[in-house]
Structure formats: structure tokens, C-alpha cells
């Protein structure tokens, strides 16, 4: 599990050095509970279900109340009294919860801040932790988007993962979806020990015949804490080939296109209007509150984290104090830097940061790398080939 960073203390009240947030905010929630752990997995989540008070499935949104009224204690919102824009639940399994518990979260959000008319409102979903009758509910509660772990439709592959779920319940739970008038996204993992070009294919276009708005497609990460991590030290496993990645990366580009869907950040395609809104808020170094354990919050070029055992975070809270670990300020270049890195990744791409030499950027043009009618048109824009390999163009660029 990845470690939080250093930083400097936060004050026990949780106040930020800007809280104007009167242009709006957005709401992550973090549900960190899971049935099983991804052997890939690299997030703040657990299988213990029943941590002690405030820290269980059946307590644990008591806790997210007190961090959402410590929040609307902090924030100023001025006459904003609608402020949140967007709302994602994501994990671990938020769908560990019940319907009503997540829809509880939601109206605690909406008392203390108000949310926008027509906002999206997500929640992550593994296919086997949700009937017709719990979307049902979400949809009822509010909820306008769900975006389900598909992750693959080849078994071998989904048991490599620890994936829980068969390959047909996608299917049972996408027909639901669209059935109760729900956006849904489903989301793809390339790159699992073993898993060949057609079966990649085979997932790939299985993912379209869904009929998503919105498509998701990662590459996988083995990280050294991790159960796949342990298993490539022992030479168990072999560690994803970066070529054949990038050939997988390619393929879905291509396969995705062609059924209608266009990219708007390097791992994520949609249809023309059914964008993230919360993600793109992510990457437009906007505001958002990050609630639970472990959870990362930006509010006016600060960030800080919360503890990351769920115990520790409700145990803070019951006593009235925040449960941020630690944050940063971030510098004028400092912030610079994260609006390239972050805005590098967007379709758009971003204008030519000031201070870059024009032989820098013939460089990244004649390796392919950026847009050359982009460029001509002030932007810094990736082809396919720059969003293989993003880093090397951020790094450019700074």
C-alpha cells in the first residue's frame, strides 16, 4: 500500500490558509472496503470490515458526517449556496455499502453545502456487489453515473487480477443501468501477467458491445507492496513488456475511435458529452474535499491527506479534530508544474508554457510527440505517440 508523504503539520480545527471556494468545489469519497484485495491493488483499502466504532461498513458514513461538518466549518462559500459541483464515491468498494448509506453521504453534502442542479454524481461499483433493485436505489437517491470494474472478459485473466466478478455480470449490470436511465463508464486493465493481444482484443471490444458512454482503459501498475509485486521479486510473475503496452494502449485507441468514442485524457474515451466532469475537474487543478481515510484534498493551491487506517481517521473525528496528517502549500512554480502535468494529459492540451525554447518544442514536434497544427495555433497538444509518453513531455515542458 503506498505511502503518504511528508509534510507539514495541519491544525487541529483543519483550517486552510484560502478557503474561498464560492466558484464551487468538488466531493471525493473515499470507501475504503473491500470483499477481496486485488492483487494489483495499490489503494487505501482493506477486507476487515469491522474496525471498531465509526470504522465498519454498518458506522462508517457517521464518520464522513463529521468530516463534512468539519469541512463546512473551514470552507467559505460565500453566497455560493449550491458549491458542490461534483460528487464521486470511489475505493475500494463504496457498493460494500448499502444504497441508503451512500445516498445518506450525498444528502449530508447537500445540507451543508448545497449541490448544483443537474450535478454528476458517481460511484465505483465491482459487477458482483450490486442487483437491479440496489442501482435502482442509487438512481432514486440521486446518483446519475456508475462506473463499473470490468477490468477484462477473459476468466484467466480476471482470476490473475483477484477479480471477483464472471464475465456475463457486466453485461446483467450495464442492461440495468441503461434500463433505470443511469450513465454508466466501465473500466479496462491492460497488461496482466499473461494476457495476450487477442484476449486484450476480446476485452476491448466486448467493453464497447456494452454500450457505455464512457470507457476507462489502464495500464497495469505493479507496485512493490502489492501481492503481484511480491510475485515479480520471486520471479513468479513477469512484469508488463513497456512495448507490448504500448502496442495494447494503440489497439484500444484504434478500436475505441472507431466505434465512436474519442479520447479526452490518456486512459479515458467518451462519447462527445459524456466526460467525466468530475475527473476533468481533477485535471484542471480545480478544488475538491476529499472525505475518508487516506483521502487527498486541493483547496487553493494546498493539498494535505487524511491518516489512512479508518480507525485512526474516526477516532480524530470523534474528538473533534481533523483527521489530515499533513499538507503542503504549494509554490507559485510549483503550481505551474502540476497545471503542466495535469493539463498535458487533456485532448486540449494546454498554451505553450511561457519560458520553454521554441528549439524544445521543435524537438517534441519532430519526435512526433506534439501536435505540429497545435503548436501553430499556440497549444501544446500529445499525438498518440506523446500520450505513450506523456512524462518525457512534461518533463520538456519544464
Known amino acids: 500500500m503506498a505511502k503518504l508523504p511528508d509534510g507539514i503539520p495541519v491544525p487541529p480545527d483543519g483550517r486552510v ?34 474496525f471498531g466504532e465509526g470504522a465498519s461498513t454498518g458506522d462508517y458514513p457517521e464518520s464522513l458526517a463529521r468530516e463534512i461538518a468539519l469541512s463546512r466549518r473551514v ?26 448509506q451512500l445516498v445518506g453521504v450525498v444528502a449530508d453534502l447537500r445540507e451543508a453545502f448545497g449541490v448544483v442542479r443537474g450535478a454528476e454524481i458517481t460511484t465505483e461499483c465491482n459487477p458482483e456487489t450490486v442487483g437491479k433493485a440496489e ?44 434500463e433505470l436511465g443511469l450513465e454508466y463508464s466501465v473500466d479496462l486493465i491492460y497488461g496482466a501477467p ?4 487477442e484476449q486484450w482484443e476480446a476485452s476491448v471490444r466486448e467493453a464497447i458491445s456494452f454500450a457505455p458512454n464512457h470507457i476507462s482503459a489502464y495500464g497495469l501498475q ?10 515479480a521479486r520471486r520471479g513468479e510473475i513477469q512484469l508488463p513488456d513497456p512495448d507490448i503496452q504500448a502496442d495494447k494502449y494503440e489497439l484500444a485507441d484504434t478500436l475505441f475511435t472507431e466505434a465512436g468514442y474519442r479520447w479526452y ?23 475538491w474535499w476529499g472525505y475518508g481515510p487516506g483521502a487527498h484534498s486541493h483547496i487553493n493551491g494546498e493539498r ?25 502549500v504549494l509554490s507559485p512554480a510549483e503550481q505551474r508544474e502540476e497545471d ?51 512524462d518525457v513531455v512534461t518533463r520538456a515542458l519544464w
Open 75 to 100: 470552507l467559505d462559500t460565500g453566497d455560493n449556496h449550491a458549491a458542490v459541483r461534483t460528487i464521486f464515491f470511489g475505493g475500494g468498494t463504496p457498493t460494500m455499502l448499502r444504497p441508503e
Open 265 to 287: 485524457e490518456i486512459s479515458n474515451w467518451a462519447k462527445p458529452g459524456h466526460e467525466c466532469r468530475h475527473n476533468l475537474l481533477y485535471w484542471h487543478n480545480a478544488n
Open 222 to 231: 505493479v507496485e512493490p507492496g502489492t501481492k503481484m509485486g511480491a510475485q
Open 304 to 328: 494535505f491527506w487524511n491518516v489512512k487506517h479508518p480507525l485512526a481517521y474516526a477516532q480524530r473525528l470523534a474528538l473533534g479534530t481533523t483527521p489530515a496528517q499533513a499538507r503542503e
Open 340 to 390: 503542466i502535468m495535469l493539463g498535458i494529459r487533456l485532448r486540449e492540451g494546454i498554451p505553450v508554457p511561457s519560458g520553454v525554447r521554441e528549439e524544445t518544442l521543435a524537438e517534441l514536434r519532430g519526435d512526433g510527440l506534439i501536435d505540429a497544427e497545435a503548436l501553430r495555433t499556440g497549444r501544446v497538444r500529445l499525438t498518440r505517440h506523446g500520450r505513450l509518453l506523456g
Open 17 to 50: 490558509p484560502n478557503p474561498d471556494v464560492s466558484a464551487g468545489f468538488s466531493a471525493y469519497v473515499h470507501i475504503p472496503f473491500c470483499r477481496v484485495r486485488c492483487g494489483y491493488c495499490d489503494f487505501n483499502t482493506y477486507t476487515n470490515l469491522n
Open 194 to 197: 499473461g494476457e495476450t493481444m
Open 135 to 178: 442501482l435502482a436505489a442509487l438512481r432514486e437517491g440521486g446518483f446519475t453515473r456508475i462506473s463499473f470494474g470490468m477490468q477484462s472478459a477473459v476468466p484467466a485473466v480476471l482470476r490473475t487480477l483477484d477479480r471477483l466478478h464472471t464475465p456475463g455480470q457486466v453485461e446483467k449490470v450495464t442492461t440495468w443501468a441503461r
